[in-house]
C-alpha cells in the first residue's frame, strides 16, 4: 500500500495552504482533489482564469482573484498534487480510498487534513427539480470554469454574501438580472454584531456589491417569505409572495441561495464527533484550536470544519498544518506557537464577521412552510408529506426514516435531504435538531463501480 | 411508567423480527406481551439484512422450520395486513464448474433422501433460462421455485403493528439493565421502568448471549458485522435471488432495479456504540464475485454499503426453545445470518411453548445448553 507523512483531501483555500506550508517544512505531502486544477469551489478554475482569460478576471471581482497567489504558491510547493481524485473512503486507522483513472486504491496516511470546503443549503420549494432551477453556487462555478453566462434574464432568490456576489459579477459581465428576491435578512437583528465584521472587510466588501448591484438598476425585492417555481416540464416562471403581497416573474432560469453549510458528509462517514450550530443551523466536527477531531491523526481545516469563509479557510488551513508538523517532529514548541499565534490572529479576525453575516442572513427554517407536496429526496422522490406520515407511523429519526421512505438512500447519501428531513422529524415530534440526529452515512462517499472495487489495489 | 412495576403476560427482550413475530403471535393467542427495546424497533439485523427468503442450501435441522415459514410467508399478507414486501421469484445457487455441480447434485440428492423435493437440479440451460444474465462460464446450479425475499424492515414493522393492534404493546429505548425472578413473576428493570411477568423471551439477537447469561445460561455468541452493498438502479436483468456454490455471495435485484449484493464478508463491530466498520478488502472481495457470476455488473455504480450486527454461534445454528438454567423463560436469538426466512414460524413455536407447553416442530438441535 502506498503512503504518505501527510494526506490533504481538497485543493480549495484550506488545502492549498495546509499542504504548502506543510510540504516547504519537509513533510511528504499528498493532495487529493476531484477537480482537474487546484482552486476549490471559490477558487474555481483560478489557474486558467488568470492566464488565459485575463479580461474575465475582471467581472469575478478582487475576492476571486485572492486566490491565484494561493495557487502559484501551492504549485510551487513539493507538495504533491492529485487532481482529478476523488476520495470515497477514510479510515479512522488513516487508510484512504482514492479512486483517479479509474483505478481504486487504498493509501496510507500518517497524517490526514479534511479540507472538504462547504455545500450549499438545499433550498426545498415547490418546483425546486424543475429544470431551469439550480443553484447560485453551480451558476458560478459555469461562469469561472467555462465563462458561461444565462442569455435570458435570470431570478436570483434566496440571501447570503454569495448569491449577492454572482449578482454582482452578473451585472459586470453584463448579463440581465430580473429580479433578486430577497428572502428575510435582519439588519437589526445583525446590528450588535456591526463592529467585528467591519473590521475584518466585511461590510466594506457587501457594501460595494451591493452598489454595483444597484448601479446595475437591479431589481431586488425584499423579505419574500414565499417562492415557488413554475412550469410544465421546465421553469417558466417565479411566483414570490411577500408581506406586502404577491408576484410572479416569468423566467428560464431560477437561481436559489440560502447560505452554506460545513460539508460533513467526509467527517460524517469516518465517523468524527460532530456537534449541532446551532447559528449555522448545521452539523459540524467537534474540532480543538489546531482543527483536532477526536480521531488520532485527523484533523479538519476551512469551511468543513464551520463555515469561515475562504480568506479565514487559509490561515485555518496552516493552523492545522503547523500542528501536523509539530507532531510529526518538524518544528518545535516554541516555533509552533509563534507561527500559530499570527495565523490564529489573522484567522480569529475573519470569523468574527460570522456573527455579523449569520444574524444578518439567518438560516431559514427547513420545515415550517414546506408543503406536503414538496419533494425533499430528490433521489428517491420523497415529499415533505411521505415524511410526516412515517413520523406518524412511529419513525423516530432520519435513520428511521431511510427504511420507512427510501428517504436519503439514492446516490447523493442525503447531501441534499438530510438537514431537511431531520428538521421535519425534529418539528413533528417536539424534539431539537441535535436530538434527532442525522443520517448515519457509509462509504463509499463518491461514485465507486463494482468493478472498480474488485480490482481495488 | 418510571414510578411503578407495569404488568405484562409476557416480556420479550428485543425489538427485531423475532421478538416482533413472537409478539404477534402470543397476542393472537389472546396474551398481553410486551416488547422491550434497547434501541428502536429493528435497529439491526432486522433492517440490514439482505432479506433472503430461503430454503435452498439451508441446514437439514431447519429445513422443517424453514418449510412451515414458507408457508407462513405465503401468507403474511393475510395474516398481517401487509407482506412485508415478500416477493417469492425464487433462489438459485449457482455453480461455476462440473466438480461444483457435482456437489449440487449431492446435495439435491441428500434433501430428497431427507424427503423434501423443493431443491431443483439446473442444467446449463435450464439455467440461463432461469437466470439469463449469468457469466457464460456457469454450468448449472440449483433452484428453489417458491423462495423469494422481503424488505426487513417491513416484514418487522408488519409484525410489530399486527402485534400491536391485537394488545401488546412496545417498549423503545428500554434496554434491559437486570432480570430477577421473584417468585412467580420475572422483574425487569430498565431505562425507561420496571416490568413484571410470569414470562420471559430473549430474542435479543446479537446481546442475547448477556440476555441468556443473566438467565443462569451458557450460550457462546459472537457478535458479527454482516456487510451488504448496494448499487444504483439498473434496468431489470435478473428475477430470483441467486448465491454461488464456490463463492460467498448472495445477490438480488430488488423492484426498484438496485441490486443488493450480500455473502456473509465480515466488518467490525464496536460492542460499546453498537456500530459497524466495513472492511474494504472483504468488500473487494465481495464485488469480484458478484461480477463474476454477473458481468453486467462490472459498471454498475456502488451506492452505499453497510453492516448488520448478528449474533453467530459455533456450529452456525440459533438458539431456540426453553432456558435450562430458569422457569418459564424461552430463547430465539443468534440465528447466524440466516434468521429472517425463519421468523415468521420461531415467533409462532415461541408462542405455543408458552401457551401449549409443545410444539411439533424438531427444535432439539437449537437447545440452549448444547455447548454448556
Not at chain 1, 364 to 372: K, T
Not at chain 2, 246 to 262: A, N, P, Y
Request: glycine share 12%.
Amino acid at each position: 500500500m502506498a503512503s504518505c507523512d501527510l494526506a490533504v483531501i481538497g485543493a480549495g483555500p484550506a488545502g492549498m495552504a495546509a499542504a504548502t506550508l506543510a510540504a516547504e517544512h519537509g513533510l511528504d505531502v499528498v493532495v487529493y482533489d476531484e477537480n482537474p486544477a487546484p482552486g476549490g469551489q471559490i477558487y474555481r478554475a483560478i489557474e486558467t482564469v488568470s492566464l488565459a482569460r485575463n479580461s474575465d478576471l475582471a467581472f469575478l471581482g478582487e475576492s476571486y482573484r485572492a486566490g491565484a497567489a494561493l495557487a502559484r504558491a501551492f504549485r510551487a510547493s513539493p507538495a504533491r498534487f492529485m487532481p482529478g481524485t476523488t476520495v470515497w473512503l477514510v479510515q479512522k486507522d488513516r487508510a484512504i480510498g482514492i479512486l483517479r483513472d479509474g483505478k481504486a486504491a487504498m493509501v496510507q496516511a500518517n497524517r490526514i487534513i479534511i479540507a472538504t470546503g462547504a455545500l450549499e443549503r438545499p433550498v426545498p420549494v415547490p418546483g425546486w427539480t424543475l429544470p431551469g432551477v439550480m443553484t447560485v453556487g453551480a451558476a458560478q462555478g459555469l461562469l469561472k470554469s467555462a465563462a458561461m453566462a444565462p442569455s435570458s434574464p435570470v431570478v436570483l432568490a434566496g440571501k447570503g454574501p454569495l448569491l449577492f456576489q454572482l449578482a454582482a459579477q452578473y451585472v459586470a459581465a453584463g448579463v440581465a438580472i430580473a429580479a433578486i428576491l430577497e428572502t428575510g435578512a435582519r439588519p437589526i437583528a445583525a446590528l450588535p454584531h456591526v463592529w467585528p465584521a467591519w473590521r475584518s472587510g466585511t461590510i466594506g466588501k457587501g457594501l460595494a456589491l451591493l452598489r454595483a448591484i444597484r448601479q446595475g438598476g437591479v431589481n431586488i425585492i425584499r423579505n419574500v417569505v414565499a417562492l415557488e417555481a413554475e412550469g410544465r416540464g421546465r421553469l417558466e416562471a417565479v411566483a414570490y409572495r411577500t408581506v406586502r403581497g404577491t408576484g410572479r416573474i416569468a423566467t428560464p432560469l431560477l437561481l436559489l441561495h440560502e447560505g452554506v453549510i460545513a460539508n460533513a458528509q467526509l467527517t460524517k462517514a469516518i465517523p468524527l464527533a460532530h456537534e449541532w450550530n446551532e447559528r449555522q443551523q448545521c452539523w459540524q466536527p467537534m474540532l480543538d484550536a489546531d482543527g483536532n477531531s477526536d480521531v488520532e491523526g485527523i484533523a479538519v481545516a476551512g469551511d468543513a470544519g464551520g463555515i469561515g469563509g475562504a480568506e479565514a479557510a487559509a490561515h485555518s488551513g496552516r493552523l492545522v498544518a503547523l500542528a501536523a508538523l509539530k507532531a510529526l517532529g518538524k518544528i518545535g514548541r516554541i516555533a509552533h506557537e509563534a507561527l500559530a499565534e499570527t495565523e490564529r490572529t489573522a484567522w480569529q479576525r475573519h470569523l468574527a464577521a460570522r456573527p455579523f453575516l449569520d444574524a444578518l442572513y439567518p438560516p431559514p427554517d427547513a420545515s415550517a412552510q414546506l408543503a406536503d407536496g414538496t419533494l425533499v429526496c430528490r433521489c428517491e422522490e420523497v415529499t415533505a408529506g411521505q415524511i410526516r406520515e412515517a413520523v406518524s407511523l412511529g419513525c423516530a429519526g432520519p435513520n428511521q426514516a431511510k427504511s420507512f421512505t427510501r428517504a436519503g438512500m439514492g446516490p447523493c447519501q442525503g447531501r441534499m435531504c438530510g438537514l431537511t428531513v431531520a428538521a421535519l422529524i425534529a418539528r413533528e415530534t417536539g424534539q431539537s435538531m441535535s436530538e434527532v440526529g442525522h443520517y448515519r452515512i457509509r462509504p463509499p462517499i463518491k461514485p465507486l463501480t463494482v468493478g472498480e472495487l474488485a480490482a481495488l489495489e | 411508567m418510571n414510578a411503578t412495576t407495569a404488568e405484562a403476560d409476557v416480556i420479550i427482550v428485543g425489538g427485531g423480527l423475532h421478538g416482533c413475530s413472537a409478539a404477534y403471535h402470543l397476542a393472537a393467542k389472546g396474551l398481553k406481551p410486551i416488547v422491550l427495546e434497547k434501541h428502536v424497533v429493528a435497529r439491526h439485523a432486522s433492517s440490514a439484512s439482505a432479506g433472503g427468503v430461503r430454503r435452498l442450501g439451508r441446514h437439514p435441522a431447519e429445513i422443517p422450520l424453514a418449510q412451515a415459514s414458507l408457508e407462513l410467508w405465503h401468507r403474511l399478507g393475510d395474516m398481517l395486513g401487509a407482506d412485508g414486501n415478500f416477493r417469492p421469484s425464487g433462489q438459485v445457487r449457482v455453480a461455476e464448474n462440473e466438480a461444483e455441480l457435482a456437489a449440487c447434485a449431492t446435495r439435491v440428492g441428500e434433501t430428497r433422501a431427507l424427503g423434501y423435493d423443493f431443491e431443483e437440479l439446473l442444467d446449463r440451460d435450464a439455467l440461463r433460462r432461469t437466470v439469463p444474465a449469468v457469466s457464460p462460464h456457469c454450468v448449472g446450479g440449483i433452484r428453489v421455485a417458491r423462495d423469494g425475499y422481503a424488505f426487513p424492515f417491513k416484514a418487522t414493522t408488519a409484525f410489530r403493528h399486527k402485534a400491536e393492534e391485537l394488545g401488546a404493546r412496545i417498549l423503545e429505548g428500554a434496554g434491559v439493565t437486570a432480570l430477577d425472578r421473584a417468585g412467580e413473576r420475572w422483574e425487569v428493570a430498565t431505562g425507561r421502568g420496571r416490568l413484571r411477568a410470569p414470562v420471559l423471551v430473549n430474542a435479543a439477537g446479537a446481546w442475547g448471549r448477556e440476555i441468556a447469561s443473566m438467565l443462569g445460561d451458557t450460550a457462546p455468541v459472537k457478535p458479527t458485522a454482516l456487510m451488504m452493498m448496494v448499487s444504483d438502479r439498473m434496468p431489470h436483468f435478473v428475477d430470483p435471488t441467486v448465491g454461488a456454490m464456490g463463492r460467498k455471495l448472495s445477490f438480488k435485484q430488488m423492484q426498484s432495479g438496485t441490486v443488493v449484493i450480500g455473502g456473509g464478508f465480515e466488518g467490525k463491530v464496536d460492542h460499546a456504540t453498537e456500530l459497524t466498520e466495513l472492511d474494504f478488502r472483504q468488500l473487494a472481495e465481495s464485488a469480484t464475485n458478484a461480477a463474476a457470476i454477473f458481468p453486467i455488473m462490472a459498471k454498475a455504480r456502488l451506492v452505499r454499503c453497510w453492516a448488520g450486527i448478528e449474533g453467530v454461534t459455533p456450529d452456525d445454528l440459533p438458539y431456540i426453545g426453553p432456558s435450562k438454567a430458569a422457569p418459564a423463560a424461552f430463547h430465539s436469538f443468534a440465528f447466524c445470518g440466516h434468521g429472517f426466512q425463519l421468523g415468521p414460524i420461531v415467533g409462532s413455536i415461541t408462542a405455543e411453548l408458552i401457551v401449549n407447553g409443545r410444539t411439533n416442530l424438531p427444535i432439539e438441535p437449537f437447545r440452549v445448553d448444547r455447548f454448556a
